[in-house]
């Protein structure tokens, strides 16, 4: 998954946005790939800047580079190419932009669609870096703040040949000084509000960038430093600028229709005992077992029987009056009730117990590194199973579904793609009494092995 990609920027469309990175362990790298990915036809140009130091030997990595002590001097800037703007250069290094060229930046950024790509921190070249009282100096209108951090430091001993501000770190984490950083360490700092989320804007997006995981070891590392953290991030994105293996890692909600009059069947299948359990209750226990979170339950007919079976529970239960007009008024209602900053959801059908946690695990994880629009099991005879999950690049067209349709009348929009499943208990429906005493049948063999 390219970076552009794993932060939602892929789209060809020209637009306006600032994203800040902070940290250390790969923010340069980041920035200038980040550009090079965002340059197209119909975006030509990407402005970057930097409110720290910047060393000259990384200036090459722009198509033009500009100094600009004050506003006056971009009076003209290139139409095309990645176009670093830096104040003096004093030594080895640039100068800080200042605030007066940074306004005129966003502003210039506002007016022609450009983005703008500020590094808002200095590091040294070390893989971690704790920030200082005036640090990170993020403009207050950026839109997506980033911090980096480098994966290379982990397992390495608290100095500061680690960690810039290797002395605040250690204040912040509890970690003494020549002690070796471990995953813990690094997610207390990463969630700390003085370590990484740091003067990130009220409501700009936060992303973490675990960089540097570039053998199988740091790799796993980097997925649990990931889903521990990821509850104070928008998003975080793992794995290796170096490589180019990235994985996003988001919220991926559950929604389960439930609201069905299972009018062939001839009573409500949710309310079907299964196992000493209803049906309902089985598969809301799957989602939440299977890391979905939030879980959604789309109720209609029946609904305060359906309901009542899930006290306890740590879900949202949305009542859909309009249940008759067909399964596309659950899908509705399931996604208006995802809150904001969730990356994908798995729909569930409430007449399927017997799927398996790891299904919907295997569904999620592949998302998290390849980014699918829509990604369903793929079983038997090649046919296609549910789950289903749906990124959120596709919710807009979930939302104008109409009738009795389901996801499947989207198909037609984005690419679908399938990840193969070697059990066929995925395709199995309850649709009549025969089916339902083979399913039970079939459960009492398996609890049997």
């Not at 997610?187 to 003067?199: C, F, I, Q, R």
């Not at 997925?223 to 928008?234: H, L």
């Not at 890391?291 to 959604?296: A, F, I, K, S, T």
């Amino acid at each position: 998954m390219k970076l552009a990609e794993a932060l939602r920027l892929d789209s060809p469309t020209p637009s306006h946005f600032v994203l800040s990175l902070a940290g250390a362990g790969g923010k340069t790298t980041a920035l200038f790939k980040l550009a090079r990915e965002l340059i197209s036809a119909r975006n030509p140009r990407i402005l970057v800047a930097a409110t720290s130091h910047l060393g000259i030997w990384q200036i090459p990595q722009a198509d033009h580079h500009q100094i600009a002590a004050d506003r006056s001097d971009l009076r003209t800037l290139p139409a095309a190419g990645i176009v670093l703007v830096t104040g003096e250069i004093e030594g080895e290094r640039t100068k800080p932009v200042s605030t007066q060229v940074l306004n005129r930046l966003h502003q210039y950024s506002k007016e022609f669609f450009t983005p703008l790509l500020i590094e808002a921190d200095g590091s040294r070249q070390k893989p971690l870096k704790a920030p200082a009282e005036h640090e990170p100096p993020i403009p207050a209108f950026t839109d997506i703040a980033v911090h980096v951090a480098g994966l290379s430091a982990l397992h390495q001993p608290l100095d500061e040949s680690v960690v810039h501000r290797a002395g605040i770190f250690s204040e912040l984490t509890g970690l003494s000084m020549g002690k070796a950083l471990t995953t813990e360490t690094l997610a207390k700092y990463l969630t700390h509000p003085s370590g990484a989320l740091k003067n990130i804007p009220q409501n700009a997006k936060r992303v973490a960038l675990l960089n540097q995981a570039d053998t199988p070891e740091l790799l796993s590392a980097c997925g649990r430093i990931a889903r521990e953290i990821q509850p104070a991030f928008d998003a975080v994105i793992a794995g290796s600028l170096k490589s180019g293996s990235l994985y996003r890692f988001e919220r991926t909600a559950g929604i389960i229709l439930a609201a069905g009059t299972s009018s062939r069947f001839g009573q409500p299948k949710q309310l079907l005992d299964w196992d000493g359990k209803p049906f309902i209750r089985h598969v809301t226990e799957t989602a939440l077992r299977s890391g979905l979170e939030p879980v959604v339950v789309v109720t209609g007919f029946r609904h305060a029987d359906v309901e009542s079976h899930l006290h306890e529970l740590p879900v949202s239960v949305v009542y859909n009056t309009d249940y008759a007009t067909g399964q596309s008024s659950s899908i509705r209602a399931g996604v208006n009730a995802l809150p904001a900053g969730v990356g994908a959801a798995v729909f569930l059908l409430a007449d399927q117990p017997q799927i398996p946690v790891e299904v919907i695990r295997a569904l999620t994880e592949t998302h998290a590194s390849e980014g699918q629009a829509i990604l369903a099991p793929l079983v038997l005879e090649e046919r296609r199973a549910n789950p289903v999950l749906f990124d959120r690049k596709t919710f807009p067209d979930l939302l104008q579904l109409q009738g009795d349709v389901g996801g499947r009348g989207i198909f037609d929009k984005h690419r679908v793609e399938y990840l193969p499943w070697h059990d066929d208990i995925l395709i199995f429906d309850v649709d009549t009494i025969e089916d339902y005493e083979r399913l039970k049948r079939m459960r009492e063999v398996e609890s049997r092995k």
